[in-house]
């Protein structure tokens, strides 16, 4: 049994006694939890299929190769490994944020870098991580459904660099056709909603983004 998957059990045990973990801001309940397997994070969203949405977009930027925790799902929570490192800085760190900019507008993650650029940390080896993407997919970040606004048009290559001017708006056309071919593509895009995304419908809306950006690289 992997450690987080040990952990898992452990926190389960802990709650069931009671047992609180470090609160770690935000609005779904994020909790941080020290085991003997390690300190990892506990987090419920604000409904069962907030955070299940929120796991399968973690796992979908997992499989095309983006930073993120290792994550869990089980019991209406998902938990990570918890990792540290720096805040995300613009100033220094654009060159990821450039490479990553296309799978996080596939998945329609309006909270790419946080309103304080805490949701992306770097790493001690210098590689980032993209530790919450409860703003990707259909749910807003605090769990209130997207509704029309999650459809299938990456509109989000625009207003990503529009809303966050500081952050993302040096990234041009040709950034996003190289993030584009960086993480394989059409095909490679397509392959990773079908292996990782459940929902019928969100699925579906994933594939025709996959599509609509591939007709805007191409």
């Given at each position: 049994m992997s450690p987080i998957d040990q952990a898992i059990l452990e926190i389960a045990r802990r709650r069931r006694q009671g047992e609180r973990g470090l609160p770690m801001g935000g609005s779904t309940g994020a909790?941080?939890?020290?085991?003997?397997?390690g300190r990892f994070v506990s987090k419920r969203g604000n409904h069962p299929?907030?955070?299940?949405?929120?796991?399968?977009?973690?796992?979908?930027?997992?499989?095309?190769?983006?930073g993120v925790p290792d994550a869990r799902l089980g019991q209406d929570q998902m938990t990570t490994e918890f990792q540290e490192g720096r805040h995300y800085n613009p100033e220094e760190d654009r060159a990821h944020?450039?490479?990553d900019f296309v799978p996080h507008s596939l998945i329609a993650n309006w909270d790419m870098l946080g309103m304080h650029n805490d949701n992306a940390i770097v790493?001690?080896?210098?590689?980032?991580?993209y530790v919450d993407v409860g703003?990707?997919?259909?749910?807003?970040?605090q769990g209130a459904p997207k509704g029309s606004a999650f459809g299938s048009t990456v509109g989000e290559l625009d207003?990503?660099?529009e809303k966050n001017p500081y952050e993302l708006g040096h990234i041009t056309e040709q950034d996003i056709g190289r993030s584009y071919d960086t993480y394989g593509g059409q095909?490679?895009?397509?392959?990773?909603?079908?292996?990782?995304v459940n929902d019928p419908q969100t699925h579906d809306i994933l594939q025709q983004r996959a599509e609509d950006i591939s007709r805007r690289v191409g």
């Open positions: 909790q941080q939890f020290t085991t003997p397997h299929d907030h955070i299940r949405n929120e796991y399968d977009m973690n796992r979908l930027l997992n499989l095309l190769g983006v944020a450039t490479r790493l001690p080896d210098g590689s980032i991580s703003g990707g997919g259909k749910y807003r970040a207003t990503l660099r095909e490679a895009m397509s392959n990773a909603i079908s292996r990782t």
